[in-house]
């Protein structure tokens, strides 16, 4: 560590109990304590690294006196105390980091100088995928297929384990990494000798998952990043920043019966989204946040990403201490939490209000019940208008391209509906209120049919539009709270006394975020009644959030795809993006646990809770929804005597050991990898092919050609591979071509540290909209190095570009990258050979991670967008002015000229969306990772 000038005397001791500290006190800096919590961690964490030339007395003096009504413009560096990361995003930190070691010593340097210098944790959860549901050995059968289709990513992990230092890793089966990091591995207040000396501050972190906020429910400040972002902070580089604006969002009331922190979260995800807090903190505040119970607060926090901010911070209060009594942390760790926050002015006080940029308030007693879909996170439908919603939003999956219904629809309602008036197959709530409302009417009175009868499991039903395929509890955002997963429990005991059951139809599954929940469902006595609804427990993971659902029910595929149903599932998760559900279900609605088990039980999304029974009782009478509702009074009474310390210390007591299976992996040895040349999970990637130790000039573009014009809110989803892998596509054309069994695909999650999968599954999702193309879904584009310019996949394409040496550009519209911090997204994007992005505007994570891989950003002037250009993606792009980078400064735009194939130009002004001065040092150098190469070897 740099020698610290320590410019404002801020270093002293912390004495706790017997022990003292360093620290780095902020309240004698002038504004310090009117600053917003999560400025004042920010402080803390300059005053610390103060090194004089990367960060400054000046950027200290800039942040403690922050204007709040600023727009950002001062970078600062900001190093988080740690890192962790999830398999997915993992195993490619790690093959990095591997392939670096081999580069390293390529360059002349020290191959083992590539370590984590921050702590570094991996939790494995994402590769389990719900083959087997619905019967008691799911869970273990489950493990069984995940240790089968992954052995080769948990030995390569093993061996990182044991070849790098500081890096740690929670075997497979264990929890979800935001869980696990609420309840033991985040600090709080991390401690750290340096120079021989104890240091204490603040526990902050940055993650390979978007959902890393769920951490700041506890106090700790820290968010997602790309994988590129963090190697790169494992290996001692600062996060590059702009002091962000400050949302405070005040809290009073407190929730009402039948509402859940669930239906909290989804309407303060909509209030969010629509006040627009992208690229800001988020910061709750008043009298209401004592009332919030720490898995609430984690709740809100985890939904960061859903409603687009940085972070979500709550402050250190009892609430904070009590939750790390109660999770297992020790008398001595929750002394100096309490101590450390008191004496730097970061411990909760409602009687003091911080200065914020902007402001927003919510009384708790107004939320109501809520689900969110079919699409998007933000679009959340008060429970009493879902099914009438649903049949609105239903006209979108069976009306096609040219806005005729689909054949197989109702002839009665085709003749009622005819083509010339049908909305669009996009159409906005505003046109259709506005241009046709006889026909949303009759689609908002009228149900859309078009049952297919089947048989399963010896039973005759008929699959229909809006029936449940998959009711799914699971993901971290609720998992993780005990109020609504005991909630859920205990409406199953009611609804099972009562004789009710779940249709067949429906694909149920439990997959809690940690082994608490099972202990605490089993003190309880709730599993019998969960297991007869067919909830049995698939696997500790994210499962059907991330992709991983497994197929659904085979004769309820086979009508949906006879038929072309639109079906639904309903999964208690953050995320429910188009294509990432399962590629059979087209309808995906976010719910709270107890309405998963509700609409699991009603078996349909057209349903009423407060007109229609979800059936008849043992006794022959209607059993509504409110008839099994469990109280909030009962449900605190149950948790209360179902959870204890106990259950927590127990669990995490040897938490990196794994079960016998992990134990008995074979174990990789030496400093660096040895590749094996047949894998096809874990490939030695070409990010430092041909690396010289100084960068090569940057240089203008000419002649690109795009690969895919594409609308507004395109997320990481559509661009980077996810789910499971089509055998038709590029990647399963590969993977056959490799000797692999398409029933051994596995995801495309599973297989991220093999690039050659990746590249070829990026832009691949199958509701992706590519505009190059006329009513076209999927990675399919316009190959424009053949005569005629026929339909091509991306990836073929891209190849056939990068054969005649024609470079690529993407053009996009509003929000663009938005959803999961997906490194993938933008290493996909690079190695297909795009050099230049131009969107309307970004989200933040992924604009960052496409200049840490040495694509550039563009944003259309302001008020300007492709259509209003005249661009329709057939032009030959020229981009020049980027070299201006190679004498230090960074072009505040670039010139951009399109021309047609008439000869025609369009020429504009984009906006360099290069933010940062390391930002611009990452693109000079082709990435992050060849910047931080560089920097080590040089050292």
Known sequence: MSTNPNSFGAKGTLEVGDRSYGIYRIGGLEGAETLPYSLKVLLENLLRTEDGANITADHIRALSGWDKDAQPDTEIQFTPARVIMQDFTGVPCIVDLATMREAMGDLGGDPTKINPLAPAELVIDHSVIIDVFGRPDAFERNVEIEYERNGERYQFLRWGQTAFEDFKVVPPGTGIVHQVNIEHLARVTMTREVEGELLAYPDTLVGTDSHTTMVNGLGVLGWGVGGIEAEAAMLGQPVSMLIPRVVGFKLSGSIPSGATATDVVLTITEMLRDHGVVGKFVEFYGEGVAQVPLANRATIGNMSPEFGSTAAMFPIDQVTLDYLRLTGRSEEQVALVEAYAKEQGMWADPSKEARYSEYLELDLSTVVPSIAGPKRPQDRIELTNAKKQFRADLK???????????????????????????????ATEESEEAGRPEHSALLNGDRVTNPATVSI???EVQIDHGHVAIASITSCTNTSNPSVMMAAAMLAKNAVEKGLSVPPWVKTSMAPGSKVVTGYYDKAGMWPYLEKLGFHLVGYGCTTCIGNSGPIIDEVSKAVNDKDLAVVSVLSGNRNFEGRIN?????????????????ALAGTMDFDFEAEPLGKGTDGNDVYLRDIWPSPDDVEATIATSISRDMFTEDYADVFAGDHRWQSLPTPAGDTFEWAEDSTYVRKPPYFDGMQREPSPVEDISGARVLAKLGDSVTTDHISPAGSIKADSPAGKYLSEHGIERKDFNSYGSRRGNHEVMIRGTFANIRLRNELLDGVEGGFTRDFTREGAPQ???YDAAQNYAEQGTPLVILAGKEYGSGSSRDWAAKGTRLLGVKAVIAESYERIHRSNLIGMGVLPLQFPEGQNAESLGLDGTETYA???????NDGTTPKSVKVSATK???????????VRIDTPGEADYYRNDGILQYVLRSLVSA
């Open 901 to 911: 194939e008439s000869g025609e130009t369009v020429d504009f002004d984009a906006v």
């Open 457 to 459: 499991s010896g039973q």
């Open 583 to 599: 590629p059979d279900v087209k309808m995906n609605y976010l719910a709270s646990p107890p309405l998963v088990i509700a609409y």
């Open 396 to 426: 979108n999956y069976v009306v096609d391209g040219n806005g005729i219904l689909k054949s197989s629809v109702d002839k009665e309602l085709q003749d009622t509906f005819p083509a010339s008036d049908a909305p669009s197959h996009d």
């Open 879 to 885: 981009i020049s002015g980027i070299t201006a980078l």
């Open 792 to 794: 091509e996949t991306i």
